[in-house]
């Protein structure tokens, strides 16, 4: 069979395509490679710097959605900040 997907079934028959995937094998089986290997250190580079950047884009929109809910509506923002004051106030019991 040529396909290119392989079923438990077809395995050995598939064997070549399939050697270093990993599929059905114990944790302390060598597959040969390991995901990490596929990567060269410049493409996990920019997998990590890709990540950074979602993760800071992120940021900026709660930043700037906390920053605007604020501004609209100052004394529920109050509220909810001495509410967070008591609550951890409460919990750590300074006196």
Same mark, same amino acid.
């Given at each position: 069979?040529?396909?290119?997907? &392989?079923?438990?079934?077809?395995? @050995?028959?598939?064997?070549? /395509?399939? #050697? ?8 302390? =089986?060598?597959?040969? =490679?390991?995901?990490? #290997?596929? $990567?060269? !250190?410049?493409?996990? /580079?920019?997998?990590?710097?890709? +990540?950074?950047?979602?993760? #800071? /884009? $992120?940021?900026?929109? *709660?930043?700037?959605? *906390?920053?605007?809910?604020? @501004?609209?509506?100052? #004394? %529920?923002? /109050? $509220? %909810?900040?001495? &509410?967070?004051? +008591?609550? *951890?106030?409460? !919990? +750590? @019991?300074?006196?």
């Amino acid at each position: 069979m040529s396909s290119t997907t &392989t079923r438990p079934a077809e395995t @050995k028959q598939n064997s070549g /395509a399939n #050697q270093n995937s990993g599929i059905g094998q114990t944790p302390g =089986q060598n597959s040969g =490679q390991t995901s990490g #290997q596929n $990567l060269s !250190k410049n493409d996990g /580079a920019r997998e990590g710097n890709d +990540i950074r950047e979602d993760f #800071q /884009a $992120l940021l900026g929109d *709660v930043g700037s959605s *906390v920053s605007t809910y604020c @501004k609209n509506r100052p #004394q %529920m923002a /109050a $509220l %909810m900040i001495f &509410t967070l004051g +008591i609550y *951890v106030g409460w !919990k +750590i @019991k300074p006196w």
